[in-house]
């Protein structure tokens, strides 16, 4: 998979050049400090995905993005930035992921799971070091703060994850709770029962009931309460692997 890195401090982005060569899946095609220069190149280089700064020198990261839409063939985007505020407009432009600076080997290998996933080939194992890295298998619970008692919600019990007017929910199987995490980290504390299937919503695999074309080569899942959740083009074939399609 070719990447190109867009990022205007020099160290910056020499360290993440020198993780993505790292891994040994991902090919660094390119990197550029200014905007222009990125557009052209990526225009020239066609890279698979292009990891991507926020607040640049000569510019912003979100508004570059939106450029890349009227490409032929637009780049997958991770961006990767020292701000966590920018996440959901981020998530907004079909970020795959995003990625909080400092940037550790280990989440960048997720990051680049998700790229391959989608990209359609052999998925990358990430580095685990335990006991320090939690197994995600394990993880049955989740808590929200609702009038300053802790909420411990099951996984089993949650039917998928959304946002509405900037504000991330968990929807179960009887209530709605309304929580300050980010969309990203509540993925990142999720299992592997669950699957993104738009910039946001989160949908619990097993509340899957069925799998519906909508207009312009999107879906709409259906859950088993009869709510329906869209899924955006860009998740598409992640959902159709989950499932088994």
Do not use: C
Not at 109 to 124: H, S, W
Not at 132 to 160: A, P
């Amino acid at each position: 998979m070719n990447v190109y890195v867009i990022e205007d401090e020099v160290l910056a982005r020499q360290e993440l050049i020198y993780l993505l060569n790292d891994t040994g899946k991902v090919t660094v095609v390119g990197e550029a400090e200014d905007i222009h220069q990125a557009l052209w190149d990526i225009n020239e280089k066609q890279p698979d995905a292009v990891f991507l700064d926020i607040e640049l020198e000569n510019g912003n990261g979100l508004d570059l993005a939106k450029q890349f839409r009227n490409m032929k063939n637009s780049p997958m985007i991770v961006f990767v930035t020292a701000y966590d505020e920018y996440a959901v407009d981020a998530f907004e432009l079909d970020a795959i992921d995003y990625i909080v600076k400092p940037v550790d080997k280990i989440r960048l290998t997720k990051a680049i799971n998700k790229l391959i996933k989608l990209g359609g080939q052999q998925e990358l194992e990430t580095e685990v070091e335990p006991p320090v890295l939690e197994n995600k298998d394990k993880k049955y619970s989740i808590t929200v703060k609702e009038e300053g008692r802790i909420i411990v919600i099951n996984t089993k019990d949650i039917l998928y994850i959304g946002t509405e007017n900037r504000q991330a929910y968990i929807q179960t199987i009887d209530k709605k709770y309304e929580t300050d995490t980010l969309l990203y980290k509540i993925m990142d504390k999720l299992g592997d029962g669950f699957v993104q299937v738009h910039r946001g919503y989160i949908v619990n695999i097993k509340q899957i009931a069925a799998l519906e074309p909508w207009f312009n080569r999107t879906y709409l899942i259906v859950l088993k309460d009869g709510s329906k959740v869209s899924v955006s083009r860009s998740y598409v074939k992640a959902v159709k692997q989950v499932l088994g399609l």
